[in-house]
């Protein structure tokens, strides 16, 4: 299916900032207020989208971010799995996967004792299938984000009335000022004030969408181990050209939704949207193994087939504005 301008510079404006008013995405996407209001109606529709907002971890204290793959004897049912994990805090996403791995899980924490006795208590959630679990911690990422789910901000370091409006925003970050104010009890001074300090603090990085329905059928997740030599961080750079090389200027979303280096089991996490296995197979796994040939790549991978909790870190941005290197231990943008 082809998009239009329209579509796709809304779908832009909406992912940059997701509280752009009606007047603003009807500039960016050059029609009327009338055709943007059609158009917004059904790209929700068709990418069920979600409003939320991006946060900085750090500053609100969660400083544990993992991601653990599992693969299965016995394959349960998603269903069971989802009323598993309904209740569990610490999850923010978990996608069904058919490949290598059978389970992504996403996990936040503010406290590196409740995550290790998260982690060894999941085994025994699993026993019954007969679980392999892989865990590594994701460091950051290079492009792209994890939504978080409302109920993680209780979490946080926040103050308990921030807590209450970050929690709304994180549920959906388009609603009005005035429906966020009626709902806490908090006066619409007040709320905007500290909104706007929320965001001056960095603490909101910027307000978003995520994506429960993307536009093309194959979702790729693929993880990558290497032999490190001292050569590798030339070919990053030539990974990261590649990445961010790949769309055209202005995709319905982008092609390499998170690319997120790791410590632990794996060093590498990529999602990304693709046609159909041969398309995800050419552009990701075969072209991430050519650059990275002499480090001897390892790659597990598997397609996302299902939603078990959360939802898909789907987004429409500008990857040479937003992508993050990280070399050496030094975090940097170029």
């Given amino acids: 299916m082809e998009y239009s301008y329209r579509d796709k510079a809304i779908l832009r404006m909406l992912s940059e900032d997701a509280t752009a008013s009606i007047e603003e995405l009807a500039k960016a996407a050059k029609c009327s207020r009338v055709t943007v209001y059609r158009a917004i109606s059904a790209l929700e529709q068709r990418f069920k989208i979600k409003y939320t907002l991006e946060l900085d971890e750090e500053k609100i204290g969660i400083t544990q971010r993992h991601l653990i793959v599992v ?24 996608y069904i996967c058919e490949g290598d791995f059978d389970l992504i899980i996403h996990t936040r924490s503010n406290d590196p004792m409740q995550y290790i006795v998260w982690e060894t208590r999941l085994p025994g959630k699993l026993a019954d299938f007969g679980p392999r679990i892989y865990p590594s911690e994701l460091m950051l990422t290079n492009f792209g984000y994890f939504p978080i789910n409302p109920e993680q901000i209780s979490m946080t370091n926040l103050k308990e009335k921030d807590k209450l409006i970050v929690a709304e925003l994180a549920a959906n970050s388009r609603q009005s000022i005035t429906s966020i104010a ?67 200027q ?28 041969r398309d995800a197979m050419e552009h990701a796994v075969k072209a991430h193994i050519n650059i990275f040939e002499k480090e001897n790549v390892d790659i597990k991978k598997a397609r996302i087939v299902g939603l078990v909790k959360g939802s898909y870190p789907f987004r429409n941005m500008d990857i040479n504005a937003d992508y993050t290197r990280f070399q050496w231990g030094e975090p940097y943008t170029k």
């Fill in 250 to 277: 202005l995709p319905i979303l982008n092609t390499f939704q998170l690319l997120a280096p790791m410590s632990g089991s794996y060093r590498f996490l990529g999602i990304g949207i693709f046609d159909d296995k």
């Fill in 182 to 248: 009626k709902k806490l009890g908090i006066g619409r001074a007040t709320l905007e004030y500290r909104i706007h300090m929320l965001k001056k603090e960095g603490i909101i990085k910027r307000f978003t969408i995520s994506i429960n329905k993307p536009h093309k059928d194959y979702i790729l997740a693929y993880l990558v181990n290497y032999v490190f030599t001292k050569d590798s961080p030339a070919r990053s750079i030539k990974m990261m050209n590649y990445y961010k090389s790949y769309d055209e």
């Fill in 71 to 94: 693969k299965f004897k016995e394959k349960p049912e998603q269903s069971l799995l989802q009323q598993l994990f309904a209740e569990d805090i610490n999850i923010s996403s978990a």
